[in-house]
């Protein structure tokens, strides 16, 4: 934290307020960084009891690598014998810890001069007599070495705290800080004299305090994006490997597993692990592509990579064709590696911005997931396509008159049965698409599986433990053989596409992407619906200028039920009024929709003053698709004839033969080419 230290030089010289020293009327007044090491009293025992499960946790992995590397049993056994008595160590020195705790709490009530005889506590003591000197020595307290962990994420005061079996990032709101700076400090107020000395009072910082230190817009404080609970790699391709808060990633790691980042690996072990991940662990489930399986395999590591950029990651989508296909088990692989929170789903942008801003404020895993998104539906909210391609997410607090800016870095992941997109997030999408061929998919006997009921082998810590130490040695050997990149790129997403192709087309996993264009086309409802809507518009009005509310006017012909039938609808599945058609029409102008190029042009009307829209379209390339589309029709006319059974004695076909089968125009047509030559020189050639 900063080495500061703020100073002041009006108001009546005092002592300090950080109390502790005589008063010097001829000094100036100083509200000084008082330093004291977390190492002293009850400090010292939370430190010495964190060290000592840490230390714990090392000799797990200590025992489990020489297990797992077929060492002698003499040293496993030494190892687990190590291993528990470091265990027994933290956990007497946690109760030790606790029973401090509780006993300086249980001192801190009542009224007294000095601190009770034999008692030592070496915390600073924050005055509060004099409340606009107290905030700043606050302020100077929170920012200092001894003070407590605090940091900065976006604009808000974080602490670590736990969560469950982890740790979490949470807000500093006034009561917190009050209660971490009576964990961390002396607060006192001054209530009297007895003998010329003071009697201080314990007490906690009052709520308009803790909100006025908290209204500071100018921390100087260590700077966190969010948690992880596994190593993370740098951009200089080393990695996070100690617990705690990491200045080169800006994140704090709170280890769940206890696997030790691997300083070398060999070929054989890369392809040990290769097999394991790619063979064993994915190779049971029913990918419709190639691509799908290179898709969730570079999901795999995005959280361990989170080090190297702030650049934001394209949504992952999994989706099946129906229930039971697997998705649920390749969320919980994640899962179980890297933690995640929840994201809500809601067909309403604005609840939907909601639910994402709550998302990112009381969640710091490296993934968010929007689980079971209703069958069918689409992902088309403006919110989503802004959260997607941000840095830093902001947004107005849920009853509040607050605005919040938050580091996005996630990995957001929506899992449901036939997902759809629209609107731009089509090319902001990955998809992980499941298709089984079985009626009942989730009637599969676990016991044909690789790994059997892999829900229930993820259950088991020591297999999780086997399953990132795998993925450990794969980026460690890539980065050993020079983190190759890939030549992929998508606009606003930086190096990710690249970096992941790189890294699959080291291990020589092929289909990273190769389908992306296709999906997009198949998977994008919106230029589906959009083109559709042209074409029939076109068909009706030509490029006539008409108000929207004319657009929607049904018309009694053939045109004008296909116009009808194919007017877009919102996310609700309902079709747009004339005034929320009006908006998507200026928000679709210039955009080209499907191979015919339909265009949407606005223009404002002299008389009204309103705007009013027509389509237009390329003619020449509408041209050439009706020309391209009477050469297929009149290929396939020929193919259909030449597949008819050829006599002994060859007859020659006449032009009568084909009047059933093309129209006068298609006919000509063939004159003119010489087609018609073509077809007779083939016939006689034994119809061949």
């Excluded at 002293?40 to 946790?57: I, K, P, T």
């Excluded at 029709?633 to 033969?657: G, I, N, T, Y």
Aim: proline share 5%.
């Amino acid at each position: 934290m900063s080495n500061t230290t703020p100073t002041g030089n009006d108001g009546p010289e005092t002592d300090s307020i950080f109390s502790g020293g005589p008063s010097s009327e001829e000094a100036p007044m100083v509200v000084p960084v008082v330093r004291i090491s977390k190492a002293s009293g009850n400090r010292q025992l939370r430190a010495d009891a964190d060290q000592a499960e840490q230390d714990a946790l090392e000799a797990e992995a200590e025992r489990f690598r020489l297990e797992a590397e077929g060492a002698d049993p003499a040293l496993v056994k030494k190892a687990e014998a190590n291993r528990k008595a470091k265990k027994a160590e933290a956990t007497r020195l946690k109760k030790l810890a606790a029973a401090e705790e509780k006993k300086t709490r249980a001192n801190r009530n009542g009224l007294r001069a000095v601190p009770e005889e034999g008692e030592h506590d070496s915390r600073p003591v924050i005055d509060l007599d004099d409340e606009p000197r107290a905030v700043d020595a606050i302020t100077a307290f929170l920012e200092s070495d001894s003070g407590p962990d605090v940091y900065l994420r976006g604009t808000d005061l974080v602490t670590v705290v736990r969560k469950d079996e982890g740790k979490t990032l949470l807000p500093v709101e006034p009561t917190l800080l009050s209660r971490i700076l009576s964990d961390d400090a002396r607060v006192t107020r001054t209530v009297g004299e007895s003998d010329g000395m003071p009697i201080l009072r314990n007490c906690l910082v009052p709520q308009y305090m803790a909100a006025t230190v908290l209204a500071n817009r100018d921390w100087k404080l260590p700077v966190v994006r969010g948690i992880t609970t596994v190593p993370l790699m740098c951009r200089d391709g080393s990695f996070t490997t100690e617990p705690g808060y990491d200045e080169r990633t800006k994140h704090f790691h709170a280890p769940r597993t206890s696997v030790s980042m691997p300083s070398e690996v060999t070929a054989d072990d890369v392809a040990e692990a290769k097999k394991f991940i790619v063979d064993t662990l994915l190779g049971d489930f029913a990918w419709q592509a190639r691509s799908d399986k290179a898709a969730f395999l570079a999901s795999m590591f995005i959280p361990m990579l989170r080090g190297t950029t702030n650049a934001p990651t394209m949504m992952w989508v999994l989706t099946a064709t129906g229930a039971g296909s697997g998705k649920s088990l390749l969320v919980k692989i994640l899962e179980k590696l890297f933690g995640y929170d929840e994201l809500g789903w809601s067909t309403s942008d604005t609840e939907m911005s909601k639910k994402i801003t709550a998302a990112l404020m009381s969640g710091t895993s490296p993934i968010c997931r929007c689980d079971n998104v209703p069958n069918g539906h689409k992902i088309g909210h403006a919110s989503i396509s802004r959260l997607i391609t941000s840095e830093e997410w902001s947004d107005r607090v849920l009853g509040a008159s607050k605005n919040v800016k938050l580091p996005n870095g996630r990995l957001w992941i929506f899992n449901g049965n036939n997902i759809r997109v629209a609107d731009d997030n089509a090319r902001r999408s990955v998809w992980v698409r499941l298709h089984s061929e079985d009626e009942w998919p989730d009637r599969r006997d676990a016991d044909n599986f690789a790994l059997g009921d892999l829900g229930v082998w993820l259950d088991d810590d020591e297999n999780v433990a086997t399953l990132l130490r795998h993925l450990l040695v794969l980026l460690r050997g890539w980065v050993q053989d020079g983190s190759p990149r890939s030549s992929d790129k998508i606009a606003s997403f930086g190096p990710w596409p690249s970096m992941l192709g790189g890294i699959l087309g080291w291990l020589g996993v092929d289909g990273w992407l190769e389908d992306r264009e296709d999906q997009m086309r198949d998977e994008d409802d919106t230029s589906h619906e959009w083109e559709a809507f042209l074409h029939a518009w076109f068909r009706l009005y030509g490029d006539r200028l008409l108000k929207p509310s004319e657009i929607g006017t049904y018309v009694d012909s053939e045109e004008g039920r296909l116009l009808e039938e194919a007017m877009p609808t919102d996310v609700d599945g309902e079709k747009l009024n004339p005034r929320k058609l009006a908006g998507l029409l200026s928000k679709y102008m210039g955009r080209k929709f499907g191979p015919e190029m339909y265009e949407i042009q606005r223009v404002r009307n002299s008389r009204t003053r309103k705007f009013m829209y027509r389509v237009k379209r390329n003619e020449k390339r509408a041209a050439e698709i009706a020309e391209a589309e009477r050469t297929a029709k009149v290929a396939l006319a020929l193919e259909e004839k030449r597949k008819e059974p050829v006599q002994k004695e060859f007859e020659p076909v006449s032009w009568d033969d084909i009047p059933g089968l093309l129209s006068q125009e298609e006919m000509e047509d063939l004159r003119v080419k010489g087609a018609w030559q073509d077809y007779r020189n083939a016939t006689a050639n034994g119809g061949q």
